[in-house]
């Protein structure tokens, strides 16, 4: 029963080391896609076109690859993402009012 258990953990963990091998995001292109994809998530679920987005800036940090899009709307949104090299984004975002 114990070395049954100690197997099925040691694939659980030989599995998870392969699945972390197999996402990692080595090039800025690769990068560019997963923040466009959370770009597009983003703007549907705010209601803001994805073409009013545009790419102010990019650069590559020690965790991975920062983004940072501008929307020409008003409200103004700057929206950064952040890629991993592990393959995980984060959103972040900031609403410029207008007063």
Known sequence: MIKQRL??????????????????????????SIAQ????????????????????NIS???DGWFFEYESLNQPKHL????VHHNGRAEVSRTIESTR
């Open 7 to 32: 197997v099925s953990i040691l694939f659980g963990l030989l599995l998870l080391s392969l699945t972390s091998s197999c996402t990692r995001v080595d090039s800025a292109q690769e990068a560019e």
């Open 37 to 56: 994809a959370q770009l597009e998530k983003y703007s549907q679920r705010e209601g803001v076109p994805l073409s009013q987005f545009f790419k102010k």
């Open 60 to 62: 590559l940090v020690q």
């Open 79 to 82: 929206v950064t993402i952040l």
